[in-house]
């Protein structure tokens, strides 16, 4: 078959999907037909459709195509701030819970292993060799050769990112070609399978974790696969244990099966009394979880933290920012295009500067329908502006109570209590906004400016690099849209992390 002929890619689309719960729309359409094409030429398969046949009747061939289609980009102590977190307040409180029990540690999807080996030389380091006892690390992965990888345990350069030359002195050694195996003692605390997240049964080794590490895995796949998936690894979490998204995923998995609580000013799930996950493993043991130790397939409702700051667990849908234009949805203000004009003559209003006229329309379309996001939004924006910070954060309260996924009142929020000398609360509402959205170059920079203040040198640069890459990146006018209804002067942002960075490269 030749490379230029046409490839109807809609059943193989339908076919990964089922099989392994990756999607290929858009531009990742390429990157299938590039791999089918490089396995159909392999095998000198005549027509699409014939690899489509054999693709069902043949699953090493399929486990063949998907190693081609997974994504193994990692390295070791990715998202480090989680990885403290672990170490610092969850492992010490599971460990106390276990009664001298092993606490089992799950990292699912693994690739090539940087994520569990990063926990285990963690546990080295704090634990010494009696970690090798107090605790088992589980990693799981669909792709059979980056399992057969990590069982290596052999790295080049690029995944040693995160990793200072002391521990890599201490837990590598060198094999030639720039490579660098990872200490046998090390690799013979974690326990490697080869496990589809979307399979029908789970392996031993995945059942009852302490702790599941899910992180920037789940980007790859749907909505509904997402839920899929956090549902069937939720089903295993032991209860009142602890579940790890990354930091962009955090928000996108708050479904009501989790609940997504606050330790650090960092976000993660944890099992909740009384909800009840669809359990597919196998028959209850009489609702309960067994004992440490045993493996069963039941899933129990457990009790949650109360000690942790708590975020909402079911998520209302955001409120609609007008009203529909049904005639009982009519608001006193001449229904959705009448808001509509009001709000556009109140944000004309702002932006000259005319900010008390553009309060008093504002209060006016509210007191019509107080369900107008954007409207609270502007009028927050607008308090802020003036430094009125009670009144401004009413308005942002009544913002996330009408929408708590509304990047912008957890922004304006941020701006206010770092206005007030909060920073622990400011960092919070910045780290909320990444989580929502990671390309949020406003958040990213505060908090830059947060650490720099404090001394943090890596993290401040780290966070002025992120802000100045979002901005140069973004067309212009686009910066701001989806942050204020008021606009920002983007330069001199820029201005500010291209100095702050001199300064930190020492050429300042």
Not at 163 to 168: F, H, I, K, L, Y
Not at 335 to 360: M, Q, T, V
Not at 453 to 463: I, M, Q
Request: proline content about 5%; overall charge neutral.
């Amino acid at each position: 078959m030749k490379s230029q002929d046409s490839l109807d890619l809609a059943g193989f689309k339908e076919l990964m999907l089922q099989s392994c719960g990756f999607s290929f729309e858009s531009d990742r359409a390429v990157t299938l037909e590039r791999a089918l094409r490089r396995r159909m030429q392999a095998l000198q398969s005549g027509s699409g459709n014939a690899y489509l046949a054999q693709l069902y009747r043949d699953k090493q061939e399929l486990d063949r195509l998907i190693e081609l289609l997974t994504v193994n980009e990692t390295y070791f102590f990715r998202e480090a701030d989680h990885l403290r977190l672990l170490m610092d307040r969850l492992l010490p409180e599971l460990m106390r819970a276990a009664n001298g029990a092993p606490v089992r540690i799950l990292s699912a999807g693994c690739s090539t292993g940087e994520e569990p080996y990063s926990v285990a030389m963690m546990l080295r380091e704090r634990y010494g060799e009696e970690s090798e006892r107090m605790f088992c690390v589980v990693g799981v992965d669909i792709d059979a050769a980056a399992i057969a990888a990590a069982r290596q345990g052999k790295f080049r350069k690029g995944s040693f990112r995160g990793v200072d030359e002391a521990m890599r002195q201490r837990y590598f050694e060198p094999c030639g070609n720039d490579v660098s195996r990872l200490r046998a003692e090390v690799r013979a605390q974690v326990e490697f399978a080869v496990v589809n997240l979307l399979g029908p049964c789970y392996p031993d080794c995945m059942q009852h974790p302490d702790i599941i590490l899910y992180r920037n895995v789940s980007i790859y796949s749907p909505q509904a696969v997402q839920r899929e998936i956090f549902r069937m690894l939720a089903g295993v979490l032991r209860e009142g244990c602890y579940f790890l998204v990354g930091a962009t995923e955090t928000m996108h998995h708050d479904i009501g099966i989790l609940s997504l609580i606050e330790l650090d000013s960092l976000f993660l799930y944890r099992k909740i009394p009384g909800i009840v996950i669809d359990e597919r493993r196998g028959p209850r043991q009489n609702g309960a979880l067994p004992p440490r130790g045993r493996t069963a397939h039941a899933a129990t409702p457990v009790v949650a933290d109360s000690s942790a700051q708590r975020v909402p667990v079911a998520t209302p849908p955001p409120v609609p920012p007008w009203p529909a234009s049904a005639p009982e949805q009519r608001s006193a203000t001449g229904g959705a295009s009448g808001s509509r004009r009001h709000f556009d003559d109140a944000l004309e209003k702002a932006r000259s500067n005319r900010y008390e006229e553009a309060l008093a329309i504002l209060a006016a379309l509210v007191a019509g329908d107080g369900t107008l996001v954007r409207a609270h939004s502007l009028r927050g924006s607008i308090l802020v502006n003036l430094d009125r910070f009670e009144e401004a954060r009413s308005a942002c309260d009544r913002v996330l109570t009408l929408d708590p996924l509304c990047i912008e009142g957890h922004l304006m929020l941020g701006v206010i209590a770092r206005h007030q000398g909060d920073n622990d609360q400011a960092l919070r509402r910045f780290r909320q906004s990444i989580y929502l959205n990671s390309a949020c170059w406003l958040a990213n920079f505060y908090l830059a400016e947060i650490v720099f203040a404090a001394g943090d040198k890596n993290r401040a640069f780290g966070g002025y690099q992120s802000t100045l890459r979002i901005l140069e990146s973004s067309p212009p006018g686009e910066q701001s849209r989806d942050l204020f209804p008021l606009s920002f002067n983007t330069e001199q942002f820029l201005a500010i992390c291209r100095h702050k960075l001199s300064l930190l490269r020492g050429n300042g």
